[in-house]
């Protein structure tokens, strides 16, 4: 049972404008939402997070927007940059600090 | 300010035989998490160390143990490895067991062959 779901396995995007990436979830327990960027041959860097009580966070050109209602979650990058282009996961906080990821979305930035 | 580092990024087995993977925290982190990140999949969660003691476990059998020392650092071990058990193998580390600090920062991993 996969408890949080990246529906888009890519997006292919044009240099300057607006990134969309989405993950729902099905657990009500979370109480900490993560996005992480990814480079082949790299771990994952932490991009942006976002608490269960907010619905907006924001860090230059990184927003993340979370609907605890619809249990979703949603990463916007603007303006999108061809360095942007990795795999994005999602990630959530269930108590203890143990993170559940989605399986990830390849975000192409093209120039 | 080091980041997590992690040790081999390399490594080749075959089924059968044993594996231990070293992971060093971030300065200043306390708390070392482990997870499994199979090709084309997110990361899983495997268990995770704080005071030396494993607090938290996945859904991983017996076979993946590990160990945390006094300066943080920690280990992972995988006994009699399966072809299924190729991955690449993540450690993040964070401060506090209980989420006083909610970010986990990652290393590079290690990544594992098992022929």
């Known amino acids: 049972d996969q408890q949080v779901k990246q529906n888009s396995p890519s997006l292919s995007v044009q240099e300057g404008r607006i990134s969309i990436l989405n993950c729902d979830y099905t657990?009500?327990?979370?109480?900490?939402f993560l996005w992480y960027k990814k480079y082949p041959a790299e771990g994952p860097t932490f991009l942006i997070s976002?608490?269960?009580?907010?619905d907006k966070n924001e860090d230059g050109r990184f927003t993340v927007f979370l609907n605890k209602s619809a249990k979703h979650l949603s990463l916007h990058i603007v303006p999108s940059q061809p360095g942007d282009s990795a795999v994005y996961f999602c990630?959530?906080?269930?108590?203890?600090?143990?993170?559940?990821f989605g399986a990830g979305t390849i975000l192409r930035v093209k120039s | 300010d080091a980041g997590v580092t992690q040790s081999p990024t390399h490594l080749i087995k075959t089924r059968g035989q044993q594996v231990t993977l070293r992971c060093s925290p971030k300065?200043?982190?306390?708390?070392v998490s482990w997870y499994q990140q199979a090709l084309g999949q997110g990361p899983q969660f495997i268990f995770q160390?704080?005071?030396?003691?494993?607090?938290q476990r996945g859904n991983f059998p017996d076979r993946f143990s590990g160990h945390q020392f006094p300066n943080y650092s920690s280990e992972l071990n995988v006994n009699a490895l399966l072809l299924g058990d190729s991955a690449l193998y993540l450690c993040?580390?964070?401060?506090?067991?209980?989420?006083?600090?909610?970010?986990?920062?990652f290393g590079p991993g290690t990544r594992l062959l098992v022929l």
């Open positions: 993040a580390s964070s401060l506090g067991d209980r989420g006083t600090q909610e970010t986990q920062y």
């Open positions: 657990n009500s327990m979370f109480d900490y």
């Open positions: 976002i608490s269960s009580i907010k």
């Open positions: 990630a959530a906080r269930e108590y203890g600090n143990k993170l559940v």
């Open positions: 300065s200043g982190h306390d708390t």
């Open positions: 160390y704080y005071e030396e003691e494993e607090r």
